[in-house]
């Protein structure tokens, strides 16, 4: 006998309607979320740096690409150019075929995504040095005492015939972070190193004792505050420029120990001796606070400011830079 099929109830093709219904609604929901998060995620993303840095400068040793205003290039011209013949006059020979690209962001807004996307081991508020690619950025809003300290990081880089250890690297670099200087009516830079960094000397007089020169000088990630200070200890005993061409000479030092103690005269445990004394004998004062921000003015900047500071200040030859009047420099000289 022939089974009669049952007709299908109208309920059940309603829940199979509502069920395509809300399937193809959950598959919608998910592609516009999906596209939203995508295009939230591109929003995110820093700019592209030349929409950004839309003025170039091009010099014989440096490209540099920033947001300051257009008539900034020039300063800019003279002060990495001038810096470059300082350094290559007094220390050692730069490779001049390998430029260095420089990306100077005028603030911090601009700077912070860039350099957080950049692919460096940590993000600084300051500036980078990125040596594969001969390149530095930098946030301009930090003071120009990070461009010369990020510059001497590649003129080492590009001229050493040997990687030198981190705590000589830093060394170098973070002495010449401070610094006074001008151009000349020919517009020649004239300037001045030797100057404490108040905030890093600050730091290191409350932890000196903790520091050991034997670690310090073997570690891959050496305390800035401290290696600046050793620097600037050198420099009044007169022989930062010495240990600098000493150590771009020596070819197996690895580690430069060899090259500070002789230079300095004394083995290593000595030299921590005389320079933690001479740290710790320093005061806070007006000497420590001379320089608050590097700068290099124009000339008729400079004859400005020279005028309110001439009664304070004066040139002092034998240490090449500007002194405090009535200032007894003798007291709290390095041991002998």
Known sequence: ???????KSPRFFFLIALGAFLLLAVLLFDKVTYKKKIREKIDRRPKRVVDILNNQSMTEHFNMLTDLDFESLDYYHKFFEGFFEYFDGKYFEIDKTRHLDIYLFKNTRDYEPFAKSAGFDSYTPLGFYYPTRKLTIVNHEMGIGVLLHEMSHHFVAVSFKDH??????????????KFIGYFDENGKLFITFGYFNQERFKYLKEYIDEVSLLRLISSSRPYQNAVRSLMLFLHKKGLFEKFVKDYFAEEKDIFGHRVLQNVYGKEIDQIEKEWKQWVKAQPIDEEVKLIKNSFVKTRKEWDVWWRENQSRLYYNKEMKRFCLKNYDYKKYAPPP
């Open 1 to 7: 006998m022939k089974k009669n099929n049952q007709t």
């Open 164 to 177: 030198p250890p981190p705590w000589a690297n830093e060394s170098i670099a973070t002495f010449h972070e």
